[in-house]
């Protein structure tokens, strides 16, 4: 396909006047700045695959313990121990897959810990994260039961930096073999008859760091053991997920790809990339901030685009014909936890701001469809970036949550190649884009197109020319907010929920779009 997805941010063009509806105006309707989307469906070739919508639970803070498990015994009302109010929204979201159980929290993880009656089962710590007790209540057999519930694939992490060969192959063939064997045998005495189908398997987590602090050469020869010894059993395809790079490490995604056996031997290879607003020991409060902090956090994050370039042209110098994905199994914002809360927990608040950079990273990873072939925000309940929060019996839905909510319809469609030409958005003599956006047919033919109007303080007027497409009717949702850091929370009304959006006309084949300032729009064409 040839990409013409570009950003040409400067041109102005003829202005669109769309119809607001009043309580959604942006106060700088006088002012607004002028761009043009143009599509070209008829090159919609690449699938964008539904895996890049997919989620991320580790053993941290309260994203298993009290996120997802309350045990069957809890007045929270759940299904074997699953919390039914998590299960219906995340199934809403119509999540594609779940990566579990980590993290740096895989490469301690010992399965055998957490099978077999729930008594018996040995407690550990948490060395990662907190150094709590991890009494291995939550392990392959409440996983799995997760996944049927969510009606969603697996995507398991095992265990390199601290296990052994044979450790990983029973775990597989005990989750997928339905021979004779003795990992059958122990599955079957566990109360599971019928083998369970994983998709994915990651051969370790961050093994350049907590993953065993590892070269990519030695972790390559390991990448290659480990791997040897995965069986597919009764029509089970293991997608192998090689550990890659974070952030711009282009030497260890090298070094992995051209080595031919090792390259012959994956499916996948990860990428991590959190935005982290200024650095480790200063990450900023996820609610407290001003429009400086609004703006270099959207700069930073937009690096990501950038860094998923530069691995793909090395994939591509090796692996031209694009078999090999890659797969960002960690992203989303990383900020100072909330202040009284356990420091190990990583909880943060989820405001506008990250449902702004939630839409701009699912737009990247949809136009980079062709080599990106899953992405798991870090991570689904009470940790990071999150989509969900819980407090006890409440559960909160947070911006983010609904920026996936309203992206869902690119799953498995056809991605529509785009070229964009938008103002920047200036703030403090540095520059950004002002739009970021997306768009793509599915199977009834319908085409959408999702956008996020960065500039928090000015509209956009933008013209969208539909190429081929006839079109006539168009609808949308809109995710604003009065304020940047605006966010959803217990026991009040939700301040950050997706509107019917009235701001699209369609008229002699021309869309025309008014966003408010800080908005983010998806919108259907029929
Ligand atoms: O998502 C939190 C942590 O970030 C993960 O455990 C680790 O893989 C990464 O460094």
């Known amino acids: 396909m040839k990409n013409i997805y570009s950003k040409l941010c400067s041109a102005a063009f003829i202005a669109a006047i769309g119809i607001l509806p009043i309580s959604l105006a942006a106060q700088n309707t006088s002012n607004p700045i002028k761009g043009k989307i143009s599509l070209f469906p008829d090159q919609a070739q690449t699938t964008i695959s539904k895996d890049i919508y997919g989620h991320f639970a580790e053993h941290l803070g309260h994203c298993i313990y009290g996120g997802f498990w309350v045990g069957e015994k ?22 594609p897959n779940l990566r579990w159980p980590g993290g740096c929290f895989a490469d301690t993880y010992h399965w055998k810990d957490g099978i077999g009656p729930r008594e018996k089962r040995p407690s550990i710590i948490n060395t990662n994260w907190g150094g709590v007790t991890e009494d291995n209540s939550f ?15 697996a995507y398991i992490n095992g265990n390199i930096g601290s296990g052994t060969v044979q450790e990983m192959s029973q775990w597989v063939e005990y989750l997928t073999s339905d021979n004779e064997s003795p990992m059958t045998r122990l599955r079957k005495e566990n109360g599971r008859d019928k083998p369970w189908k994983v998709k994915y398997w990651a051969v370790g987590n961050e093994t350049w760091g907590c993953g065993g602090n590892m070269t990519p050469d030695y972790y390559g020869n390991l990448f290659r053991q480990f791997s040897t010894y995965l069986g597919n059993f009764n029509g089970n395809n293991l997608q192998k997920v ?41 990450k900023g409060s996820a609610t407290q901030f001003d429009e400086k902090e609004w703006f270099t956090t959207l700069k930073k994050s937009l690096q990501i685009e950038k860094i998923i370039k530069g691995h793909s042209d090395i994939m591509d110098r090796y692996d031209p014909e694009k078999r090999v994905g890659l797969v960002v199994d960690e992203w989303g914002n990383w900020f100072d936890v909330e202040p009284g809360t356990n420091p190990g927990f990583l909880f943060q608040q989820n405001t506008l701001r990250d449902a702004m950079v939630a839409a701009l990273n699912l737009n990247i990873f949809n ?39 309203m992206f869902k319809v690119h799953q498995n469609a056809k991605l529509i190649p785009i070229q964009l030409n938008c103002e920047n958005y200036t703030f403090d003599k540095e520059s950004i884009p002002s739009i970021s956006a997306s768009a793509s047919k599915d199977d009834a033919g319908k085409i959408h197109v999702t956008l996020a ?37 217990f026991d009040k009304a939700e301040e950050v929920k997706p509107q019917a959006f009235k701001g699209a006309t369609i008229k002699n084949n021309q869309l025309k779009i008014t966003m408010p300032a800080k908005s983010i729009v998806a919108i259907e064409l029929n």
Not at 75 to 93: F, H, K, M, Q, S
């Open 139 to 153: 392990g392959t057999h409440e996983f799995m039961r997760l996944t049927e519930l969510l009606g969603c694939d």
């Open 367 to 405: 136009n980079h469809a062709d080599r990106i072939k899953m992405a798991n925000l870090a991570q689904a309940i009470n940790v990071l970036q999150s989509l969900i929060l819980t407090k006890d019996e409440k559960m909160v839905l947070t911006p983010t949550y609904y920026v996936f909510k």
């Open 453 to 489: 109007n960065f500039n928090p303080n000015k509209d956009q007027e933008i013209t969208c020319d539909l190429g081929s497409a006839t079109l006539t009717q168009v609808k949308g949702e809109i995710l604003t907010a009065k304020s940047m850091s605006a966010y959803n929370n």
């Open 242 to 282: 090689a550990s890659g790079a974070s952030d711009a490490d282009y030497d260890w995604t090298e070094t992995m790809i051209k080595n031919p056996k090792t390259r012959w031997m994956m499916q996948d290879i990860s990428l991590h990339y959190y935005t982290i607003m200024d650095n480790w020991s200063h």
């Open 74 to 95: 809890s007045p929270i009302p759940n299904t074997e121990g699953l919390r039914n109010d998590v299960i219906a929204a995340l199934r809403d979201v119509s999540i």
